[in-house]
T-cell receptor, first 115, second 112 residues
Framework: AQTVTQSQPEMSVQEAETVTLSCTYD???????LFWYKQPPSRQMILVIR??????QNATENRFSVNFQKAAKSFSLKISDSQLGDAAMYFC????????????FGKGTHLIIQP | NAGVTQTPKFRILKIGQSMTLQCTQD?????MYWYRQDPGMGLKLIYY???????DKGEVPNGYNVSRSTTEDFPLRLELAAPSQTSVYFC???????????FGPGTRLLVL
């Protein structure tokens, strides 16, 4: 079974600074998909960024980018120019490329933005 | 376009009671999912469906049942509620299993 590990239960960053959230995963597959979801206090799960394992280029969405290291099975999220609205729980998630059986989530990282 | 909607938002159940959590999506997505999120944890898959009439178990299906009679609706049934089922329940949908999953706002369930 696939597992997703987020080793940082909580991170704190000053507003306008850059922060990196870590994620590692375990899989024997070569084709899969990785996601970062944001969960603010409202509980709504919001997609931040998505990465296909077959693509070597790291995904980028405005201030959010990933560092995808397939051999190391690492998928970190970098948030640049942190804003107060970025404060939330961030979940890393894995989806097998060959099955329809949903996402496997890590336990999450609580991101605090210091004004 | 409402996306994925869930009702109710919050419910208190007594041990042994039953209830159905409703989930509806208006995006014509074939794939639908139910997850639960326990305090301090990530989401865990309960059941999923790849289309009307087709459902399958996820990681934590015990104590739950689902049905999928239409593309839009994917209700989750709790039979004989137990305190261990106290959680937040999320429904999600996606157009294909490799694509992004879109989540509903969640239902908070408290079993006492």
């Amino acid at each position: 079974a696939q597992t997703v590990t987020q080793s940082q239960p909580e991170m704190s960053v000053q507003e306008a600074e850059t922060v990196t959230l870590s994620c590692t995963y375990d899989t024997s597959e070569s084709d899969y998909y990785l996601f970062w979801y944001k969960q603010p206090p409202s509980r709504q799960m919001i997609l931040v960024i998505r990465q296909e394992a077959y693509k070597q280029q790291n995904a980028t969405e405005n201030r959010f980018s990933v560092n995808f290291q397939k051999a190391a099975k690492s998928f970190s999220l970098k948030i640049s120019d942190s804003q107060l609205g970025d404060a939330a729980m961030y979940f890393c998630a894995y989806n097998s490329g060959g099955g329809a059986d949903g996402l496997t989530f890590g336990k999450g990282t609580h991101l605090i933005i210091q004004p | 376009n409402a996306g994925v909607t869930q009702t109710p938002k919050f419910r208190i159940l007594k041990i042994g009671q039953s209830m159905t959590l409703q989930c509806t999506q208006d995006m014509n997505h074939n794939y639908m999912y139910w997850y639960r999120q326990d305090p301090g944890m990530g989401l865990k898959l309960i059941y999923y469906s790849v289309g009307a009439g087709i459902t399958d178990k996820g990681e934590v299906p015990n104590g739950y049942n689902v049905s999928r009679s239409t593309t839009e609706d994917f209700p989750l049934r709790l039979e004989l509620a137990a305190p261990s089922q106290t959680s937040v329940y999320f429904c999600a949908s996606s157009p294909l299993f490799r694509e992004t999953q879109y989540f509903g706002p969640g239902t908070r369930l408290l079993v006492l």
